[in-house]
């Protein structure tokens, strides 16, 4: 099983930048797509990026250009460089990871393996 640890929120002023970073402890044969979500006081959870097993990005669409998800399949880390950050920004982002199995290759047990969310890292923007 694998375990998720992030690293990297703060505080900046509007303008500023943070990034952070989560890296995958643990060994596993499952392929996983890699996520950044985040939720502010009295919101749902969002998805802010994500990195799929072949390093793809997307990002939502209050991202605007402004964030970059890159995934270091290598090392097993994730990072999100977040730019011109703004107050609405502010919230605690958790990584996530999530089994991506090719076609016709599921196994049961990955999903216990490799299902995962960190524990969450506090931004915020004012």
């Known amino acids: 099983q694998v375990q998720l640890v992030e690293s990297g929120g703060g505080s900046t002023e509007a303008g500023g930048s943070l990034r952070l970073s989560c890296v995958v402890l643990?060994?596993?044969?499952?392929?996983?797509?890699m996520y950044w979500y985040r939720q502010a006081p009295g919101k749902e959870r969002e998805i802010v990026a994500t990195?799929?097993?072949?390093?793809?990005?997307g990002y939502g669409d209050f991202v605007e250009g402004r964030f970059t998800i890159l995934r270091a399949k290598s090392e097993n880390t994730m990072t999100l460089q977040m730019d011109s950050l703004k107050p609405d920004d502010t919230a605690t982002y958790f990584c996530?990871?999530?089994?991506?199995?090719?076609?016709?290759?599921?196994?049961?047990?990955?999903?216990?393996?490799?299902?995962?969310w960190g524990q969450g890292t506090q931004v915020t923007v004012s």
């Open positions: 990195a799929d097993t072949d390093g793809h990005a």
């Open positions: 996530k990871t999530q089994y991506a199995p090719r076609p016709g290759t599921w196994v049961r047990s990955c999903l216990d393996d490799v299902n995962r």
């Open positions: 643990g060994q596993t044969s499952c392929p996983f797509d």
